[in-house]
Every structure is written in C-alpha cells, then in structure tokens.
C-alpha cells in the first residue's frame, strides 16, 4: 500500500518560514516562542516547516510574542511577488536561507544597530567590494 502524503501548502511555508525568520532575528529560540504560546517547540518547528498550518487566532498571538504585523508574515508570499510596477522580490526563500546562518544573524544584529546613515552606507560598500574581491579569487583560481 502506498501512502501518499500531502505536500504542505507554499503559502504555509512562506508563513512559517517568516516566523523563523522574525523569531531569530529578534533571538528568541523555538522554546521560549512556545512557552508564550502554550504549545511545545516541536509544535513550533513544524509550523515553521509548513507542515502545520497556523490557524488565524495562533498567528495573531505570534504577532503579538514576536512585536510585528501579521500582514508581515505574508510579505513576498507566492503569488505575491510582484509589485505595482511590475517589478520583482527577492525571493523570501533567499532572505531565509541567508538569514539562518549564525553569521549573518550576528551581522544583521549589529548592522541594525548603526543609527548613522553614512556608516551604514560605506559598510555596505566594504561589504560589496569584499564580496566583489573573494568573486574575482574564485575567478582566477
């Protein structure tokens, strides 16, 4: 007998990817989420993986725990991904996979923590020359 398991839906999974998203960047762990919210992390991590949909009242809530909109875990949501004027998103599963590096939730901590505009501007432009010089390393190699 062959079971055929359903495959999460990708509206769910843009949900809870935006969960995890907003709980790392704000360095709450899938615990501590879960004690706000009465359930269990594993409750948590499979929200996260969109193989349980969050119910309306239960994303509120995490609205509420992780101090953001609700309409904030829908951003860039599939069939969502194109603005009034035609022009694209990056893709939410790029910002996510490049967010769940221990390194670059470090990085966006302490870029978030500059007030001063031309700081931020001359550290994202050491930012791209580095990431222009390790491209032309790999070029030449």
Not at 9 to 35: C, Y
Not at 48 to 67: D, F, M, P
Not at 114 to 127: A, E, G, H, S
Request: hydrophobic share 35%.
């Amino acid at each position: 007998m062959v079971v055929n398991k359903k495959k999460p839906n990708p509206i769910d999974i843009h949900v809870g990817a935006r969960v995890r998203l907003r709980r790392t960047m704000m360095g709450m762990s899938q615990e501590k989420l879960g004690e706000h919210l009465g359930i269990t992390f594993q409750q948590i991590q499979k929200y996260e993986k969109g193989t349980n949909r969050i119910g309306a009242s239960r994303l509120q809530k995490i609205a509420e725990v992780l101090n953001t909109p609700v309409s904030y875990f829908f951003e860039g949501a599939p069939g969502d991904d194109e603005k009034a004027d035609g022009l694209r998103e990056p893709s939410a599963d790029y910002i996510v996979d490049m967010l769940s590096t221990g390194e670059s939730m470090q990085i966006t901590r302490a870029f978030s923590r500059i007030r001063n505009p031309k700081i931020r501007r001359r550290l994202l432009d050491l930012v791209r020359s580095l990431a222009d010089a390790d491209h032309d390393d790999e070029t030449t190699a």
